[in-house]
């Protein structure tokens, strides 16, 4: 089993819906989720970060985390065609220390 | 400035040369990290340092590769004797120093392209 696993997609919505990104990962005493968003030949860009169960909302942005279900989702309200590029889930496996082990990603597709 | 700094952003090498990626940190960070992103490929961590210490480089090569986070100066990455399997985009990331609020949130340069003929 992965250590971390997203669909890798493509994922399609069209302009204006909201897309739903999942990534499940196999460590239970992990403390750290962080989304990532990486543009084809650029690096990676935080975007978020969630630290405990629940949701948290920065702008169109909101992160899911259910520890219990090891399970953190990112959904994009109103999606932009801006908005398409590779997300990353990135976590903070407690036994590697502060490394953070990246998921493959999935590549969104915001259709105009 | 503020941001993490990498270069060169692209560095072409012939197999058997040496290749040297630097990376300074985000002001006020003190934390170094550096990932390898291979073609259709996922980011891989490599190495984590702090100035001059080597914190966990359980994901460095055993052979060739070499890191190091000087006290002065940025972090080098050295690959000695390149071979076209390094190829890759090469990521350095960096943090704020443990005890602030979000230390560990890593923030990512640009990345150094090395391709190798």
């Known amino acids: 089993q992965k250590e971390v696993e997203q669909n890798s997609g493509p994922l399609s919505v069209p302009e204006g819906a909201i897309a739903s990104l999942n990534c499940t990962y196999s460590?239970?005493?992990?403390?750290?989720f962080f989304w990532y968003r990486q543009y084809s030949g650029k690096s990676p860009e935080l975007i978020m970060s969630?630290?405990?169960?629940g949701d948290k909302e920065d702008g169109r942005f909101t992160a899911q985390l259910n520890k219990a279900s090891q399970y953190v989702s990112l959904l994009i309200r109103d999606s932009q065609p801006s908005d398409s590029a590779t997300y990353l889930c990135?976590?903070?496996?407690?036994?590697?220390?502060?490394?953070?082990?990246f998921g493959a990603g999935t590549i969104l597709r915001v259709k105009s | 400035n503020a941001g993490v700094m990498q270069n060169p952003r692209h560095l072409v090498r012939r197999r058997g040369q040496e290749a040297r990626l630097r990376c300074s940190p985000m002001?006020?960070?003190?934390?170094v990290y550096w990932y390898r992103q291979l073609p259709e490929e996922g980011l891989k961590f490599m190495v984590y340092?702090?100035?001059?210490?080597?914190?966990?480089e359980s994901g460095m090569p055993k052979e060739r590769f070499s890191a190091e986070f000087p006290k002065e100066g940025p972090s080098i990455l050295r690959i000695q004797q390149v071979v076209r399997g390094d190829s890759a985009a090469y990521f350095c990331?960096?943090?704020?120093?443990?005890?602030?609020?979000?230390?560990?949130?890593?923030?990512f340069g640009p990345g150094t392209r090395l391709t190798v003929l």
């Open positions: 002001k006020g960070h003190s934390h």
């Open positions: 340092l702090q100035k001059e210490n080597i914190i966990d």
């Open positions: 969630i630290y405990s169960n």
């Open positions: 460590d239970r005493v992990s403390q750290s």
């Open positions: 990135a976590v903070n496996l407690k036994e590697y220390g502060n490394k953070l082990v």
């Open positions: 990331a960096s943090s704020p120093p443990s005890g602030l609020a979000r230390h560990n949130e890593q923030f």
